[in-house]
Nanobody
Framework: QVQLVESGGGLVQSGGSLRLSCVAS????????VGWYRQAPGKQRELVAV???????NYTDPVKGRFSISRDNARNTVYLQMESLKSEDTAVYYC?????????????WGQGTQVTVSS
């Protein structure tokens, strides 16, 4: 079982920056893919960025060029660096770790961290 703990959220002005951290325990971290999702009030949870176990990254279009996901396997940590924040980035951000078996994908979730961008 993998446990995930997010940190780094908070209140920031529009145009500001934040760095979110997700620390994992209880599993072979280097073998896991890790993603950041977000959920704004009244909206569905959406994928923001993902980094594979090999380091391949992908981003949703609204954050391309502003957000950067990275991982430090020695620290069992994935980061989401967020720049040029906008009010529409306000949401609870969740860390997700996953791996694939022969028949399914197994997911683990953190509790989330609130990011609020004031205009």
């Amino acid at each position: 079982q993998v446990q995930l703990v997010e940190s780094g959220g908070g209140l920031v002005q529009s145009g500001g920056s934040l760095r979110l951290s997700c620390v994992a325990s209880g599993g072979a971290f280097s073998l896991l893919g890790v993603g950041w999702y977000r959920q704004a009030p009244g909206k569905q949870r959406e994928l923001v960025a993902v980094i594979s176990s090999h380091g391949t990254t992908n981003y949703t279009d609204p954050v391309k060029g502003r957000f950067s996901i990275s991982r430090d396997n020695a620290r069992n940590t994935v980061y989401l660096q967020m720049e040029s924040l906008k009010s529409e980035d306000t949401a609870v951000y969740y860390c997700n770790a996953y791996y694939f078996t022969w028949v399914s994908r197994v997911d683990f979730w953190g509790q989330g961290t609130q990011v609020t961008v004031s205009s």
